[in-house]
């Protein structure tokens, strides 16, 4: 990196420059004599404390008590409990401040949301956490998306949640960075094998088996099987799961290599309409929507010490990625529409090709609920099947591989007369992708899934739309690289204060090419794009004692656009997510600006406690912007948003009880003015458009969060346990400017998410060392709930036909019924299962 390159970096910030380059040298003094034959440095015995990793990489940890941040952390005990069926469930169960969406209605394909920033697998949701195991982060290339199904459960061994824009963690770290550290034979000796049967037939299989022996080889593998029918119409999944570690380990070096294969099918039928949730909580309000991923990870890491107080640690990944969609939708293009009764020129197309028993007249939605003869004459006239088909069905197909390295060193000493540890480091990734999509038109079926018809939104097939040709292809190709250079320096002045400066510094390149439309210009999506960030961050710990610490840090973190915002970020050429992208004028990358501060501290050994206040201010956020055709919008930058909460949390040991409490109050608002298009908000104007101002709510957050566990162990033999989450109410998407009244004819539905309160209940029967027995109730108390919310214009009406133009009777036919869609939450489940153990 050049020192015009790094002096641009930090231009206007020329503090942050001096501390930058002054951490740089002064890492690079201290390694240097930590190699020499006289070394003046003398070496830091940490205590024996809870120890959190400074960056993904191992080797650079430092006592939690002395980093400026409410890391929260899980371990053996809390991720082994069979309570939760995979990672986002135990997450959402244990840590303050997060809160699942189930958007998709599938328990491995919620959005993860933690103070009001999103891990998510669905593309063209804004991402703000990322997510790491062993180093490698998990972030897929293309829409920055977590597959939570292609991570293995019973692999994992502790986590940490780091909140902020921590720089160390990388792009994508805007609200917080997951670490997830997964097992190894030296620690996890044994074999163990679990299974489970529980509601709508889920069935669950697991095994493990670890090991080592006197030269310092380990080994450890882990595999298991899931599958249930869904409790939802028509969503089964299956997920499969493959893990395995061999590695070699002596006094000084640890080097390891992993493998990991998953096979997933899920089904995720997503978001009902209001009222057909009220006349059926399971029903779906089209189907299928399945989503296939087939997955490999390999990755070498290793960490040596070269001297006592000096250590080097690194990796190299691989992984590659395979993912399908197949998504039975309608389409919103007819609802405006005549689509009932087929014209003369369509009828005598349907008996020429050998149809009969089409109506001839009089065709409407009163006698016809599930209109499809229209759709079929047109298809075989080609005239406007685009329009006069009520049903799509979009596939697409994406492939990644992405692979990088990252290595580093910590150097452990004196710096000045105090104590010093200094870690810097480098790291690449590339990746490349193709995406590939298209839309077949057909009708919609009473059972609500679609049947498909030879015309496709190809440009050719489909016919026209509004006088252009229907097309919503996509067959995209891209490449993005990234180069990173992190130092972060600690501090401590006689174990009371403890100073940290960290920053670093990510260099991105991202490359798009059309196979549809090459070569630049209007609709095409070529591409090449760079963009480059020094992201710094500044902390200070305070010790007083064992019992009382303080905290207080500032931190910068940034996000590049991806594939799928570069490619449809033109006003001129809006597109429909997932169904479309178009051209590329450039994006800004989002930047966050977060401050925390906070006490903690314990009561005796076994009461700990923690309060803390946060601020976030989202600089260029991307968010999806509305524009004049119905449904469609682009990605633009969107100013500034801000997230701002308090954090209180608490855990004891009181006898044979184990309590737990966290308290979240989080306060998500828009900073800048912005329209949106919201037609299916009350208060939209004329072209279907809204007005955000600054202060009005981000939807999906709720004010309030507040989760407690209780734990019983009644004997050595028995323990149960009871947990509660609650949520206060949340805004939905499409009325961001929270004005949205339902008037019961043209608008349904509340536009905002009730809060809610959901208990459940666990036991566990130890009857031998070996053999154990388990049992889980979520949801004890059968609440219907919903997780989140969404406006928008509905195709059917109360009784559940499709329905048209549903207001032609009085001469309207553009007018369409706005409601309110849900996420509902799931019902009461039940599962139990048996877990033998041998060698442990």
């Given at each position: ?132 195991m062993d180093g490698v982060r998990l972030n897929q290339p293309f829409g920055d998306v977590v597959s ?140 299928p929507d399945e989503t296939g991923n087939r997955s490999l990870f390999l990755n070498l890491s290793g ?538």
């Amino acid at each position: 990196m050049s020192n015009e390159t790094f002096r641009g970096a930090l231009g206007e910030q020329p503090n942050l420059r001096r501390a930058a380059i002054a951490i740089l040298v002064g890492g690079i003094f201290q390694a240097s004599h930590a190699q020499g034959a006289d070394n003046p440095l003398q070496v830091i015995s940490l205590p024996s404390v809870e120890v959190v990793g400074t960056t993904p990489l191992p080797g650079g940890s430092l006592p939690k008590e002395h980093i400026a941040a409410n890391v929260q952390s899980l371990g053996r005990e809390a991720i082994e409990d069979p309570s939760s069926a995979n990672l986002p469930d135990l997450i959402n169960r244990r840590l303050g401040s997060v809160i699942v969406n189930e958007i998709q209605g599938n328990p491995f394909q919620p959005d993860v949301s933690y103070r009001g920033f999103t891990a998510s697998p669905l593309l063209g949701t804004p991402q703000g956490l990322s997510i790491y195991m062993d180093g490698v982060r998990l972030n897929q290339p293309f829409g920055d998306v977590v597959s939570w199904d292609l991570i293995p459960r019973s692999a994992i061994a502790s986590l940490n949640l780091m909140p902020g824009s921590n720089p160390l963690f990388g792009l994508n770290t805007l609200g917080g960075a997951l670490s997830i550290q997964t097992k190894d034979g030296f620690n996890n000796p044994g074999s163990a094998v679990q299974a489970l049967y529980g509601s709508n037939n889920r069935q669950a299989l697991e095994f493990e088996h670890g090991g080592h022996n006197d030269h310092g080889l380990h080994w450890f593998v882990t595999g298991n099987g899931f599958k249930e029918d869904g409790w939802r119409e028509d969503s089964p999944s299956r997920v499969g799961q493959l893990f395995g570690k061999f590695g070699w380990m002596d006094a000084k070096t640890d080097i390891s290599l992993t493998a990991a294969v998953a096979n997933t099918k899920l089904t995720g039928n997503g978001l009902q309409e209001q009222r057909l949730m009220e006349r059926d909580y399971s029903s779906v309000y089209t189907k299928p929507d399945e989503t296939g991923n087939r997955s490999l990870f390999l990755n070498l890491s290793g960490k040596h010490n070269l001297k006592d107080d000096l250590i080097v640690s690194g990796n190299a990944y691989y992984r590659k990625i395979k993912t399908s969609t197949y998504n039975g939708d309608i389409n919103e293009g007819s609802l405006d529409q005549s689509v009932y009764q087929p014209s003369a020129g369509e009828r005598a197309a349907l008996a020429a090709a050998g149809y009969s028993g089409f109506p001839t007249s009089g065709a409407n939605a009163s006698n016809t609920p599930f209109p499809f003869w229209r759709c079929i004459g047109n298809v075989l006239v080609n005239d406007e099947p685009g329009e006069k088909c009520n049903g799509l069905i979009n596939r697409t197909e994406t492939s990644q591989e992405n692979y990088g390295w990252t290595g580093q060193f910590t150097a452990f000493g004196k710096l000045g007369g105090l104590k010093n540890q200094f870690t810097g480091g480098a790291g690449f990734d590339a990746s490349k992708m193709h995406f590939q999509q298209t839309s077949q038109l057909g009708y919609l079926n009473p059972d609500r899934s679609i049947t498909g018809l030879n015309a496709y939104a190809d440009g050719v097939t489909g016919g026209n739309v509004d006088g252009a040709p229907f097309d919503n292809r996509v067959d995209l190709n891209g490449k993005s690289r990234t180069w990173s250079l992190f130092a972060t320096d600690t501090i401590s002045i006689k174990d009371l204060i403890h100073v940290t400066l960290s920053g670093r510094y990510n260099q991105t390149t991202v490359e798009n090419r059309d196979n549809i439309t090459p070569g630049g210009g209007s609709g095409s999506l070529d591409g090449d794009h760079r963009f480059s960030r020094f992201n710094p961050a500044i902390g200070v710990a305070v010790t007083p004692s064992d019992s009382l610490n303080f905290y207080a840090g500032y931190n910068e973190g940034s996000r590049t656009p991806t594939a799928i915002e570069l490619g449809c970020a033109d006003p001129a050429n809006p597109c429909k997510l997932p169904n479309a992208m178009a051209g590329d004028p450039p994006l800004k990358q989002v930047v966050t600006k977060t401050f925390e501060t906070g006490f903690r501290g314990a009561i005796g050994s076994k009461t700990h406690w923690n309060v803390g206040v946060f601020r976030a201010e989202n600089h260029d956020d991307i968010l999806f912007v509305g524009s004049n055709a119905s449904g469609f919008g682009y990605f633009k930058n969107f100013g500034q948003t801000r997230r701002q909460g308090i954090e209180i949390g608490a855990d004891t040991q009181v006898g044979d009880f184990s309590l737990s409490a966290n308290y979240t109050y989080q306060d998500a608002t828009f900073q800048s003015n912005e329209t949106l298009l919201a037609e299916a908000n009350s208060s939209a104007d004329a072209n279907g458009n809204i007005a955000i101002q600054p202060g009005n709510r981000m939807p999906l957050i709720p004010h309030h969060i507040i989760k407690a566990h209780a734990d019983w162990r009644i004997n050595s033999a028995w323990s149960v346990g009871m947990g509660m989450l609650a949520s206060s109410s949340s805004l939905a998407r499409g009325n961001e400017n929270g004005q949205h009244q339902a008037d019961g004819t043209y608008f349904v539905g509340s536009g905002k998410s009730a809060g809610y309160t959901v208990f459940d209940l666990s036991g566990k029967y130890r009857a031998t060392k070996q053999l154990s027995f388990f049992a889980q109730v979520n949801n004890l108390f059968d609440r219907k709930y919903t997780t989140a919310a969404q406006l928008g214009a509905t195709g059917f009406t109360a009784s559940g036909n499709f329905i048209a133009r549903p207001f032609s009777s009085i001469g309207d036919n553009t007018t369409l019924v706005g409601s309110t869609f849900y996420a509902p939450g799931a019902p009461r489940t039940i599962w139990a299962g048996v877990r033998y153990e041998f060698g442990k």
